[in-house]
Structures are given as structure tokens and as C-alpha cells.
């Protein structure tokens, strides 16, 4: 056996304590269990994600449906104007009047005078009881002889048809 070499100055390593009860030691988490939650925020994530999408499509459907249903309320508006011009224009209205509601075109020009004043009794009770004077007015005395010289079917109030 040989001696191992010697050296030619030795230095002491000083035997220096370290504390090892003052100083704390890190303590990790295990492998495992960050490994479990990190599946575990994947997985969440993969949830909301999915969320998301399912919401996505559930509002684009609306749109659709929104899309057509507006489509159709704007048809049904231009078929509605169409309808207010058609039914606007004069000759609708003529041939509803004469179809419908029975309008002729005038025969001959038909004269009707009003007595305009009102002879009021106190005594009497109103307007209906009271006697006007037949034929007070130049006018109405000129209508009735024209009624006379040319009888044209004139109509006084209460004498329809005589």
C-alpha cells in the first residue's frame, strides 16, 4: 500500500455549526396533486368553452329567426302600402261607391231652399210646433213655381214623394 501524498500546507476547515432548526425549509406540493389540479382547471376550462359555444349558437338561431321574422313584417308592410295606394286612388273609390254603396250620377240639378229663420214661440214649446209662413221668401216663391212649370221630382222636407 502506498501513502497517500501529503500535502505540503493543511488548512483546517473550521467546524462551523449552521443552524438547521431557525431556518424553514420550503415544503413543496406534491406532484400528484398539482398534476390533479391542473387536469381539474382544464377540464373547467373545457366547460366554459363549450358553455360558450352552446350560447354562441343559441343566439346566432335567434338572429335567424329574427332576420325572418323581420323579412316577413317588411313584405307584409309593402304589400300593406301597395294596398293603401290601390285603395286611395280615385277610381277604387268610384268603384267601390257604385258597386257597393249604390252612387248614380245626377239625372238633373235638383234645387232645395231652407227656411233659415226661426220662428220661436215661447208659448208653444219649440221650433216644431210653430206655423212658418209658406212661400215668405222671393226665392223660395220662384222654386216653388218652377216646381210647378216643370215638375223634376223636387223634394221639400217632410212631402218625400207627393
Known amino acids: 500500500m502506498e501513502p497517500a ?8 476547515v473550521p467546524n462551523a455549526v449552521l443552524p438547521v432548526g431557525s431556518r424553514k ?4 406540493v406534491p406532484l400528484p396533486v398539482l398534476i390533479c389540479l391542473m ?3 382544464v377540464v373547467c376550462c ?21 332576420e325572418r321574422q323581420l323579412a316577413e ?3 307584409e308592410q309593402e304589400y300593406l302600402l301597395l294596398s293603401l295606394k ?8 268610384e268603384a267601390v261607391a257604385r258597386q257597393e254603396l249604390g252612387m248614380v250620377d245626377p239625372a238633373g240639378t235638383q234645387i232645395l231652399v231652407l227656411n233659415t229663420q226661426q220662428h220661436l214661440n215661447p208659448d208653444t214649446g ?15 216663391r220662384i222654386a216653388d213655381w218652377l216646381n210647378q212649370l216643370l215638375p223634376v221630382g223636387g223634394v221639400e222636407a217632410g212631402r218625400i214623394g207627393q
Not at 425549509?25 to 413543496?28: A, G
Request: hydrophobic content about 45%; overall charge negative; glycine content about 4%.
Open 5 to 12: 501524498l501529503k500535502l505540503d500546507h493543511y488548512e483546517p
Open 25 to 28: 425549509r420550503k415544503q413543496r
Open 39 to 41: 387536469a381539474a382547471l
Open 46 to 66: 373545457a366547460f366554459y368553452y363549450l358553455h360558450q359555444q352552446v350560447v354562441a349558437m343559441h343566439l346566432s338561431l335567434e338572429i335567424g329567426i329574427m
Open 73 to 75: 313584417l317588411q313584405q
Open 86 to 93: 290601390e285603395a286611395s286612388r280615385l277610381t277604387t273609390i
Open 126 to 140: 219649440g221650433w216644431m210646433d210653430t206655423q212658418a209662413e209658406p212661400n215668405s221668401h222671393l226665392f223660395a
